[in-house]
């Protein structure tokens, strides 16, 4: 793993013609990083900065029978948010909770 702690200074912040902020970071940084435009980006907000983590997707086989999908749709769309956000809340729970136990 790597630890890349630089000061970049400051990056203007654009926007699009719909409103959205961006900005762009120095295609020398990102060669580094091994990051590429589109990636998708999680800010943590530090402070006194941001500390930017890209996102790594795994995919994740669930199976279920009609009855289990039905039951957890049902409760995804209860706490008004999609499946795959139902699914992903309770994979995080699960990682939370083994994280919390304690170790022999």
Not at 59 to 68: A, I, M, P, R, T
Not at 77 to 102: C, G, R, S, W, Y
């Amino acid at each position: 793993m790597y630890n890349i702690i630089m000061n970049i200074g400051e990056l203007p912040v654009k926007e699009t013609d719909d409103g959205e902020l961006f900005f762009e970071l120095p295609d020398d940084l990102l060669n580094q990083l091994g990051w590429k435009e589109g990636d998708d980006l999680k800010f943590v907000d530090k402070g006194d900065g941001f500390l930017i983590k890209k996102i790594k997707y795994d995919n994740v086989e669930l199976e279920f029978d009609d009855g289990e999908l039905l039951k957890y749709m049902l409760l995804a769309h209860e706490m008004n948010i999609t499946f795959n956000e139902f699914v992903e809340q309770a994979l995080k729970n699960v990682l939370n909770e083994t994280d919390n136990l304690p170790s022999n």
